[in-house]
Structure formats: structure tokens, C-alpha cells
């Protein structure tokens, strides 16, 4: 049998709002999109990240606060290996006020929502004090109306635009991409552009991250390749991302990339294995069911806990991501 090897560079900080303090912005399918990349992520058979190598920040943990602590954490990982590559993956609500754009996290006051969201630019300063050779930003955002898939969603939407009336749900500008990548070797993808709508596969996914999650098992590369490059997932997201928003949703949802740095590997590709010769046609099938399989794990109350059987050498995880995520109460 042949021995999978560890991403031992790489590092994570994922981050998905999901519950907010103020209901009508919760988000529950970013938490979702959050667990689902973390199972491909410690996968030893997928990315090969070493679990310890991962922060997730889900629920009431995605606050102002510990976000811009899971950042710092990115900056002294990087400082301690300088060869290090870097993934920060943010799923939640995106606004702009007064030109300025926002992520809305957890803790979000909506009595002062400008003074209490985390700015672009805090955001933007935090991710340039990470030195690592490689960074990749993606912010999958937007989500609000694309959730409105219900009669009591849709109010809550309107709920909510009457609440923040002045604020706009819009992906990150050209201008705020370009502000995110400054420095060497860094590349932002973002899941929409403009008012586009980030929308949801079902209520399990976001359209996004399941051909992230795609792209993260080979569907972009070539037989023999032994790891997943950034150039690999942007065209594959390029590719798929419209067809699916299309598909399902009569609705256009165009991915932007900023990439013009030299291409890096963000995971190892099959356990450093590599794509067969059959190459992704011949693996799909497998590799859709195992996202499925995540996906119906995820949406199980309880402990997290997933057994891939043959298709990933017998490997069982059993991690509970966060303290806050498997509450007996949840509803995700």
C-alpha cells in the first residue's frame, strides 16, 4: 500500500460565521462550507494538512476579536517557517457602506454595525503582517438572499435589508482584491462579483465550496500530478461555479481571481498519491460521494465522526472541529 505523505507547510485559518448575536444574519450554511473543507483539509488521503496545522472559527467563535487572533497565529506560524503556505477561507456576509466594505462576523452589533463589523482595511492590515511565502485568501460572501429558500428566509431577507438599510451585499471590489494581495506571492479569489448572489447547492452546500471541494480532489489536474496548485482550483472554479449557479438557479455567479504571481501548491493531491491514470473523469464518481459523505456527516447532530472506508484506506475522523459547533441544540 502506498504511504501518504503530509502538506506539512501548509496552514489554515477557516473561518464561518454561521450563528450570528443577531439572528436575522445568521448563516448556517457557511458553517457547513467551513466543516466540509476542514474533513478534505485533515484528510490523509485528500490535502494531508496536519490537523494542529488548522484553526476553525465556526458560530460564536467567528468573533472581531478571535478572527484577528487566528490571523496573528497565521503571521507566527509564518515567521517560524518561512517556507510556509497560507489558506484563510471566510464564509459569511460581505456589505458595503459609504464605499467601504465589511465582513460581518459573529459578534456584529446592529446598532452600530460600521463601528463593530471588521473593516476591509483591519482585514487587509492583519493578512499583510503574515510573511509566508504563499498566502490564498478566499471569501465566499453574499450569501444573504441565496439562502432565501423558504417562505420564512425570504422574510427574514427583508427583515433584514429594513434593518440595514444603508448597508449594500455586494462581493469584494476589484479595488478591495487588489488591496487583499499586496505583498509576494498572494492570491484572493472571491465567489462572486459585484451584486451577484453567492449562492447555495442545497442546504448542505454552497455552490462554491463543493467545487472547491472538487478541486481539492484532483478535478483541474492531470494524471500524475501529486498536488492541488492554485491554478489548478481557479480554473476548475472558473469552469464550474457559472454552470451550477445557471443550472440551479437560473442566475449568474461569476468567481474573480487575482493571480499574477508565480502558481504554488495549497494541498497535497490524493494523499501525495496523485490523480490516477484515468485522470478525474475516472475518479468523480468517488470523489462526489465522499463530498456527499462529509456533507451528510456534517448535517447529523452530534459528534463528528466519518468513516470513508475503502476509498480513503479505511480512515475514520472523529474530531469535534470547535467547542461551539456540535451543541445538542443545533440545527445545521
Not at 433584514?160 to 492570491?187: T, Y
Not at 465522526?305 to 479505511?314: A, E, W, Y
Request: proline share 4%; aromatic share 8%; glycine share 6%.
Amino acid at each position: 500500500m502506498e504511504m501518504t505523505e503530509k502538506f506539512n507547510q501548509g496552514y489554515a485559518l477557516l473561518i464561518g460565521v454561521g450563528e450570528s448575536a443577531y439572528k436575522p444574519l445568521s448563516l448556517p450554511v457557511t458553517v457547513k462550507d467551513t466543516k466540509a473543507i476542514y474533513a478534505a483539509l485533515i484528510d490523509p488521503n485528500l490535502c494531508a494538512y496536519p490537523k494542529e496545522h488548522i484553526q476553525v472559527l465556526n458560530n460564536a467563535e467567528a468573533t472581531r476579536t478571535k478572527i484577528l487572533e487566528g490571523l496573528k497565529w497565521l503571521k507566527e506560524k509564518a515567521q517560524a517557517a518561512p517556507e510556509a503556505t497560507v489558506l484563510v477561507y471566510y464564509s459569511g456576509h460581505g456589505w458595503v457602506r459609504d464605499n467601504r466594505y465589511y465582513l460581518i462576523q459573529h459578534d456584529v452589533k446592529p446598532s452600530k454595525p460600521a463601528t463593530s463589523a471588521l473593516s476591509a482595511e483591519v482585514f487587509t492590515d492583519s493578512l499583510r503582517e503574515i510573511q509566508a511565502e504563499r498566502l490564498l485568501v478566499v471569501i465566499d460572501s453574499c450569501h444573504a438572499a441565496g439562502m432565501a429558500t423558504s417562505k420564512n428566509a425570504a422574510e427574514a431577507d427583508e427583515e433584514l435589508l429594513d434593518e440595514f438599510e444603508d448597508f449594500q451585499r455586494v462581493a469584494p471590489s476589484k479595488g478591495l482584491i487588489s488591496a487583499l494581495k499586496q505583498g509576494k506571492a498572494r492570491v484572493v479569489f472571491a465567489s462572486s462579483k459585484g451584486e451577484q448572489i453567492s449562492r447555495i447547492k442545497d442546504n448542505s452546500i454552497s455552490i462554491y465550496t463543493y467545487h472547491f471541494l472538487e478541486a481539492l480532489q484532483g478535478a483541474a489536474n492531470q494524471p500524475g500530478d501529486t498536488e492541488v496548485k492554485v491554478s489548478n482550483v481557479m480554473n476548475h472554479l472558473g469552469k464550474t461555479v457559472p454552470q451550477t449557479a445557471w443550472n440551479l438557479h437560473n442566475a449568474e455567479q461569476t468567481p474573480r481571481f487575482d493571480f499574477d504571481t508565480d502558481d504554488f501548491a495549497i494541498a497535497k493531491l490524493q494523499g501525495g498519491k496523485g490523480l490516477p491514470e484515468e485522470g478525474w473523469e475516472g475518479i468523480k464518481p468517488q470523489a462526489s460521494h465522499k463530498i456527499s459523505q462529509i456533507t451528510q456527516t456534517i448535517n447529523q447532530r452530534g459528534k463528528f465522526n466519518l468513516n470513508f472506508g475503502k476509498m480513503s484506506g479505511n480512515f475514520t475522523m472523529g474530531d469535534v472541529i470547535d467547542n461551539s459547533d456540535f451543541k445538542e441544540e443545533d440545527e445545521l
